[in-house]
């Protein structure tokens, strides 16, 4: 049972990808802290889902449709969280992701990768793969910050985007997803810096190692066993097991709440189970 944080009852969320495995609990946290949550989703049905069921809870939530790498369908959805809920003053940017068309079949590349059609190797990769991923990540999450913190440069207020453990220390096969998510703590920090004076945080989240649908096929063999990466990782991971969408919840909270973290700006937390502390020796 996570506790009150006071200082963000009645106060307006949005969070960017709030359908998705993670940031739907985020949203449902903050709902259940007496924020007014709205739900961005390229999906607004999936949203709805979410919205619904904050509502059962007598929280306030709204889905609406917006995608993050469209300027115009984000203003449009800036337009009805204000007319609908009041200025927005937390700003989730949860949407992000890889794509299968960014990933090397290898850990390490073994001679003769190269001329083997069975392999696609770092060399077979289309530019179209690293495209998507670095605009979904790093535009996903430029656009709706450029949209939403305008008025917080009036009121205050508070960004938070989503890095990963393969910011600091890429992951094999994803080099696309390690440099966007690197460029996203990079981008945070010189948010910080930038908007220090107008009153407006901006830190990040890295989660470390969760079970989730864009990953599972990394992940889970055919039959639903651990694949030889995920054991790697549950090895790497001193506390032995995946996260949990919840473990990510108290952090989420104490850099949104003003009066747990005022002072902290431009920094990226990691929830991983001692992942990035360990040196595997
Ligand atoms: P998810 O795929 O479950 O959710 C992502 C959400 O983003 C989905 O709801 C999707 O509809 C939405 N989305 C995608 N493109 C969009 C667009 N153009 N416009 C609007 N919405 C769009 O992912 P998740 O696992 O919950 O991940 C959330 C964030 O956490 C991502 O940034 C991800 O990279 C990051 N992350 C995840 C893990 C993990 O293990 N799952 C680890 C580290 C970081």
């Known amino acids: 049972m996570l506790p009150e944080y006071k200082s963000l009852k009645g ?13 739907r609990e985020m949203a449902k946290t903050l709902a259940a802290q007496g924020m007014k949550v709205a ?4 999906n607004v049905e999936s949203g709805q889902e979410i919205a619904d069921d904050i509502k059962s809870g007598d929280g306030t939530a709204i889905a609406v449709s917006c995608d993050v790498l469209d300027k115009e369908s ?3 959805a800036y337009d009805t969280v204000k007319r609908e809920l009041g200025d927005c003053s937390l700003l989730i ?21 190269i001329s083997d059609e069975a392999v696609k190797s770092f060399f077979d990769l289309e530019s179209g793969g690293f495209d998507h991923v670095f605009r979904l990540n790093i535009m996903g999450t430029l656009i709706p910050t450029q949209i939403f913190a305008k008025e917080m440069t009036e009121t205050g207020g508070t960004v938070i985007n989503i890095s990963s453990m393969s910011a600091p220390s890429p ?5 696309a997803y ?18 220090a004076e107008a009153g407006i945080r901006v830190n990040a989240i890295a989660p470390g190692f969760f079970l989730t649908e864009q990953n ?10 651990y694949s030889e990466r995920a054991g790697k990782i549950i090895n790497h991971t001193p506390q032995r097991r995946f996260g949990e969408p919840e473990d990510l919840l108290g952090t989420l909270l104490f850099l949104s709440d003003d009066s747990m973290s005022k002072f902290i700006t431009g920094i990226t937390i990691p929830v991983d189970g001692g992942f990035m502390a360990y040196s595997g020796v």
Not at 11 to 23: E, H, I, N, Q
Not at 93 to 113: L, Q, S, V, W
Not at 171 to 175: E, F, G, N, Q
């Open 74 to 76: 984000v203003k449009a």
């Open 11 to 23: 106060k307006v969320a949005v969070v960017t990808g709030g359908s998705g495995v993670l940031c």
């Open 178 to 195: 390690s440099a966007a998510k690197s460029g996203i703590e990079n981008l945070t920090k010189w948010l910080a810096v930038h908007f």
């Open 171 to 175: 992951m094999t096969k994803v080099p």
């Open 93 to 113: 940017n949860g949407a992000g992701g890889n794509h299968p068309d960014a990933i090397t079949d290898k850990e390490i590349y073994e001679a003769g990768d």
């Open 216 to 225: 599972r096929n990394l992940l889970l063999n055919k039959d639903g066993s």
């Open 39 to 42: 739900i961005l989703n390229r």
